[in-house]
């Protein structure tokens, strides 16, 4: 049991019979899914929770750079401004 996974609570119940016949065995394979026939591929659906991914850092950053060009900007615009 992982508490990360979410495990699929299907049942299949197989069935097996044998009979002789010719002198050889012939088997003859029954399948049940949750107690209904069932005549598809036995496959059972499983998920995983995934880690969060990501964090804010790069967004900051771009922020920051953003913040950062924009007061640049401005500096060079009042600079330009008191020349004049």
Partial sequence: TNSKVTYDNTVYTVKVSTKAVGGKLE?????????????????????????????????VMMILAAAALLTLMLGIRLRKKREN
């Fill in 27 to 59: 088997a003859t394979v029954n399948v049940e899914k949750d107690g209904v026939p069932f005549a598809g591929d036995i496959a059972f659906h499983n998920t995983y929770a995934l880690p969060q991914t990501g964090d804010s850092q790069p967004q």
